[in-house]
Every structure is written in C-alpha cells, then in structure tokens.
C-alpha cells in the first residue's frame, strides 16, 4: 500500500503544530514507518534471516534548518509528550536527564557528527502512531525518520541501507540497547504490499509479495496489553546465551564458527546432548527459526499460507518453550487466536515479553475476532488487548523539501 502524502491528515497536524510552535510552515517533512515481523525472531544478531513488513504506523518529522548560521541550538518538541529538549551542537551529546524519548534524536546526532558529516542546527517537531513499547519498533521508525531527515538537510547522501546501519549503531552505542538490524532495515527499506527477507550477514535483502488480498487474509497485530518489560537485560542475556553455543559448537564440530548462522540443523541434532541444557535450547530456537524463515519465503512464493501459517505457530512455540521470550498473556492470546475458526496462523513478534502477536486471518472474521476472541483474552488475563488490520508500506520517505518543490 502507498501512504498519501502531505494531505494525510496526520502529516498535516505535525506541519501545524511545526508552524504554530516554530512560526513558519517546516522545509522538510520526512515519515519511517514502524513494522511487525512475520517470522525470524531473535536471529538478527545471529547473522540469520528474518522476514519483517513496514506498517501504516509511522514516526513523522517537520523541521527546518537554523535561518542562522552560527546559531548552534537544536530545538525539538514532542507532539506527543508536549516537551521541547534544546541542546547545542558541536559540543559531544550526552543522553537527556528529563527526556528519554529525545535520546533517539541525540544518538543519530551523535553518529552524525561522530561520522564527521557535515550539521546545522534546526528546529524539529516530532510525532507518531507506533505504539511504545508494543515491540512495533517505534525506537528505529524515530531513528531512521532523523537520519532521513539529516541526510535530505545535509545532502549527505547516505543509501537507505546504510542509514539503516547508523540507525542500528546509534541504538547500539548511544542508547545501549545491544539489538540488531532488523528494524531499523525494514524501517528504512520496507516495500509496499511486500515482506522483506533480509539475509542480517551480507544486508543483502528482496521483496517477498504478499498476495494477501487475493485470498482474503489481512495481517493483524494484537497489542496484549501487556507493555514489554525486562527487555534490555533479558535481551543481553540472549545474545550472550547464544555466543555460548557458538563457542561450544565450534569446539564440537571442529571448525570455527561466526555465528549460530552456520551451524547445520543436523550438526546441532548431533551435538545438542553435549551441550548445557539452557544453551541447547537457545541455540536450537536460532537455526530451527533460520530454516523456517526460509521454508516461509519459499510457502508465500508458491501461494501455500498454510503452510505459512503452520511456520508461525512453530516460531511461536520455540520462543516460549527453547528461547523464553514470550510471556503468559501472550501465549494465552496466541493460543487463543490460532483456535479461532479461520486463523492461518499467530505468534508473538518482536523481541518478547509483552507487546503484540502477529497473525495471518480471513479479513471478514477480522470483526468477529475482536468481538469473540478479545473478552475471552480479558477474562483469561485481566488485561485488554486491540487489535488492527496493518498495510505493508514503503521504507522512510521524504514528502517534503526545498529540492522537492524546485522539482514540482
Ligand atoms: C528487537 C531488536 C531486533 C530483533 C528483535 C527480535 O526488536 O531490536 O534487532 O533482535 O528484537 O527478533
């Protein structure tokens, strides 16, 4: 699906309140989408494939460069929070005592700058529809939404991909979150009415039509209600638990390994027992999750969402029994939703813990699902969930600048 443009009515609103706050209309207008993972969880950092969609949830940037020159502030308000963080250039960026949600915007500055790339000071204003904390990736759709916008001001010309990996580090190196790439490629390379297998080693990456529509399913996300927790130290432990089997598998099989990427399912079969029992696991999600990945990529070019549908449930259930990120809510909605009459198949998505499942459903039970499947959900948990039918969408986009209206 393409978005409309600037006459989206949330576009608009962020240019008014740029202009009302800042009083001129902004020089450029930029949007990066959030996405939901169809398959492929926690295989990122593994150097491994993972299948995400750019959803119609989206961070949107309007800002314009400093008319001065020597002025060094850069000013950012926060529709959301209603906030403004000021800081000053030039000098090393710190992370924000008072406001976390503009450490996104510090930590591209600081890649920005620490790249040696060319800034002026701009005033910005902010806003979106990704959920927080709901593992919608709103973190990388900010991300990505800034570098777009510094490249188009700068004239960088920094490739999508690329931006993707400062993305990527500014997380990494700035906020401390140790994660991989995949949000912040999908965020900035996502296709329409498209997934996007992504081969994490090379960042080598293809479309993979949906052709949804033309069997009546929809992609819906279901937000459990739970908001993701624990997942910066659970997350860590992870990565680490896998480095392990790494080690251990490396020794084992005699030959040195990078990553669980290049580890066989018949090698790990062979020389699971070998391992501590909670590294096996870890290690048999991984390259059990990698295969699947591709088995869906084939099942979707052949048109068999069955099989698709069957691929998701088994992701499902190897994160919460081998790699333990799931949680109770999400396991009750998820089996839940693959009992509903019509299901092709659902999982949890994202990095766990909380947040939202992911599953392929007929359109017309999409309403039936909200009225059956929801209360149940909330008597079994206490908690309320929502539930939308998302688009696939393009990467980030610039709607607006001075070399776009020069163009007409
Ligand atoms: C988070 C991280 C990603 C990925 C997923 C789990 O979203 O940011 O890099 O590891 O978790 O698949």
């Known amino acids: 699906m393409t978005l409309p443009g600037l006459e989206a009515p949330r576009v608009a609103a962020v240019v008014a309140a740029f202009t009302e706050r800042y009083g001129a209309p902004p020089a450029y207008?930029?949007?990066?989408?959030?996405?939901?993972?169809?398959?492929?969880?926690?295989?990122?950092?593994?150097?491994?494939?993972?299948?995400?969609?750019?959803?119609?949830?989206?961070?949107?940037?309007?800002?314009?460069?400093?008319?001065?020159?020597?002025?060094?502030?850069v000013r950012v308000w926060s529709a959301e929070y209603e906030v403004e963080d000021r800081f000053t250039l030039g000098a090393p960026l710190a992370r924000s005592p008072e406001h976390p949600w503009v450490d996104y915007m510090r930590g591209m500055l600081h890649i920005w700058q620490a790249c040696a790339f060319k800034l002026r000071a701009f005033d910005a204003v902010i806003a979106g529809d990704v959920p927080q904390g709901a593992g919608l990736s709103s973190s990388a759709a900010y991300e990505v939404a800034i570098g777009t916008f510094l490249n188009e001001m700068m004239a960088t010309g920094v490739a999508p991909r690329q931006l993707a990996?400062?993305?990527?580090?500014?997380?990494?190196?700035?906020?401390?979150?140790?994660?991989?790439?995949m949000d912040q490629f999908i965020s900035a390379m996502g296709r329409p009415d498209a997934a996007l297998l992504i081969d994490c080693r090379s960042l080598d990456s293809r479309p993979v039509p949906l052709r949804l529509a033309e069997q009546g399913l929809a992609i819906v996300i279901t937000h459990s209600g739970v908001r993701r927790g624990l997942v910066d130290s659970a997350y860590n432990e992870r990565r680490q638990?896998?480095?392990?089997?790494?080690?251990?598998?490396?020794?084992r099989?005699?030959?040195p390994l990078k990553a669980l990427r290049d580890v066989e399912p018949g090698e790990l079969k062979?020389?699971?027992?070998?391992?501590?029992?909670?590294?096996?696991?870890?290690?048999r999600h991984v390259v059990t999750e990698n295969e699947r990945v591709l088995l869906a990529v084939e099942a979707l070019g052949q048109g068999k969402l069955a099989r698709v549908g069957k691929l998701m449930n088994d992701s499902h259930a190897s994160l919460r029994d081998d790699f333990e990120v799931s949680c109770p809510e999400l396991d009750a909605l998820v089996r839940l939703t693959q009992a509903f009459e019509g299901?092709?198949?659902?999982?949890?998505?994202?990095?766990?813990?909380?947040?939202?499942?992911v599953a392929l459903m007929p359109r017309d039970r999409v309403e039936a699902f909200r009225a059956e499947v929801l209360p149940t959900?909330?008597?079994e948990t206490g908690q309320q969930a929502t539930a939308?039918?998302?688009?696939?969408?393009?990467?980030?986009?610039v709607l607006d600048s001075p070399l776009k209206r020069a163009l007409g």
Not at 241 to 251: G, K, M, P, S, T
Not at 270 to 283: D, F, G, I, S, T
Not at 343 to 357: H, K, L, P
Not at 388 to 397: E, I, K, L, S
Request: charged share 20%; glycine share 12%; with cysteine.
């Open 270 to 283: 062979a020389h699971e027992k070998a391992l501590p029992p909670l590294v096996a696991r870890r290690a």
């Open 343 to 357: 299901v092709v198949g659902a999982r949890m998505t994202g990095a766990g813990f909380g947040g939202c499942t």
């Open 388 to 397: 939308w039918v998302c688009a696939a969408v393009g990467g980030a986009a």
């Open 241 to 251: 638990q896998c480095e392990e089997a790494v080690r251990l598998l490396a020794a």
């Open 165 to 181: 990996v400062l993305a990527q580090k500014a997380e990494n190196r700035f906020i401390g979150v140790q994660c991989g790439i």
């Open 29 to 73: 207008v930029v949007r990066a989408p959030g996405r939901v993972n169809l398959i492929g969880e926690h295989t990122d950092y593994n150097d491994g494939f993972v299948l995400p969609v750019a959803i119609d949830r989206e961070m949107i940037v309007a800002a314009s460069p400093k008319a001065d020159r020597e002025d060094l502030e």
């Open 377 to 379: 959900y909330a008597a």
């Open 253 to 255: 099989l005699g030959r």
